[in-house]
């Protein structure tokens, strides 16, 4: 049942896509900056999470949690860092590395791994 | 006379051994095309990536600024008997580093050093990083912006802490100069234009950076 709603969220991303390279363009910045910590699929176990990492990198396929944040929440982040939303400084901030373009990509990207909307 | 004679002589042994025993960087390069390091190393800049797909292409770090980055007795050591910098395999989230780096006899490695340390960005000031235990660098370093969340160092305690994507940094001191890391830092697109560290500048100071240049270079010391 979460595999179909997925596929669907899926499906309904890739209809608000002007074009699909956009979003595989999205899956490589997400593999590239962001699965260091977060994981390939989302699951927050990246390489970098080793027994001393301090925090729990969040889980995106964790769609409950995920629904809690707005998708302004989630630029904030991406762009500040975790403090910018009174989380760990292990998320650092992105917004002198990623496009405008990038960060919007990739919170749809999230939103497919969550397969979830915000509030 | 004769004290003046054998003077000279033992100068001209001297002279004889010194010459014998420096590294030539011309061989150096020939040895680098010869052993096909070009193949995963690039050593004409400035910097050649504008895409993701651009770095990931690649199989090795660029080395046309290696004379900025590196340490030369660093270098030549490593060459000789290379051990793993970085945890995982180059640009890969998945595979541990193999450690299967070639490894030069002596006389190559120093010949291939002397010449990777005169490939130079010119761009990097000389002088400018004092080498410290930096209490400013490391709360930057450990919390602020922490660089060990992707960057294993050496804790207090001796053990290895941090995280793994990128280069261990547990014997930079050794290994990099401090005044290229704060470049690096500074000058991002100028040496990397494409990497998964986040870029800081103006998100860290100018001054900040030293201090962390600082701290991270005091490593291993």
């Known amino acids: ?36 910590c977060h994981g390939l699929t989302g699951d927050g176990d990246g390489p970098n999470v080793t027994e001393d990492f301090p925090v729990t990198p969040r889980k995106f396929a964790d769609a409950t949690e995920m629904a809690k944040l707005t998708d302004a929440d989630i630029r904030n982040v991406i762009m500040d ?5 009174s989380k760990s400084p292990m998320m650092p901030p992105w917004g002198k ?16 791994l969550c397969a979830c909307e915000g509030p | ?88 395999q180059f640009n890969s989230l998945t595979d541990e580093n193999p450690g299967d780096h070639p490894a030069l006899d002596a006389g190559d490695a120093a010949d291939v050093s002397e010449f ?6 010119g761009v990097v000031e000389e002088g400018v990083v004092r080498v410290k235990k930096n209490a400013k660098g490391r709360q930057i370093f450990t919390k602020k912006m922490p660089c060990s969340g992707c960057h294993q160092y050496e804790g207090r305690g001796g ?12 014997d930079a001191g ?5 005044d ?18 986040p870029v800081f500048v103006g998100l860290l100071s100018d001054k900040d950076m030293a201090n962390v240049a600082s701290y991270v270079a005091n490593f291993g010391r």
């Open chain 1, 1 to 36: 049942m979460k595999k179909i709603t997925k596929l669907a969220a899926i499906a309904a991303l890739s209809s608000q896509l002007a074009a699909p390279v956009w979003a595989s363009e999205t899956e490589v910045v997400y593999k590239f900056y962001c699965a260091q």
């Open chain 1, 81 to 85: 860092g975790g403090p910018a939303v």
């Open chain 1, 97 to 112: 590395t990623l496009t405008e373009d990038e960060v919007t990509g990739l919170i749809g990207y999230l939103r497919v």
């Open chain 2, 1 to 88: 006379m004769k004290r003046k004679l054998t003077l000279l002589a033992s100068a001209a042994c001297l002279m004889t051994a010194a010459t014998a025993s420096k590294a030539d960087p011309s061989a150096g390069q020939a040895t680098f095309e010869a052993q096909d390091c070009v193949a995963c190393h690039y050593t004409e800049g400035p910097a050649r990536e504008t895409t993701i797909e651009d770095q990931l292409a690649k199989t090795g770090p660029e080395l046309w600024y290696a004379g900025d980055k590196f340490v030369a007795e660093w270098l030549t050591a490593w060459l000789a008997d290379p051990q793993p910098i970085r945890p995982m």
């Open chain 2, 116 to 121: 990777l340390m005169t490939l130079t960005s």
């Open chain 2, 159 to 170: 053990d290895i802490m941090g995280g793994r994507t990128g280069p261990s940094l547990v």
């Open chain 2, 174 to 178: 050794a290994r990099l100069n401090p």
């Open chain 2, 180 to 197: 290229w890391i704060l470049a690096y830092l500074q000058q991002p697109e100028t040496f990397k234009p494409v990497k998964m560290m």
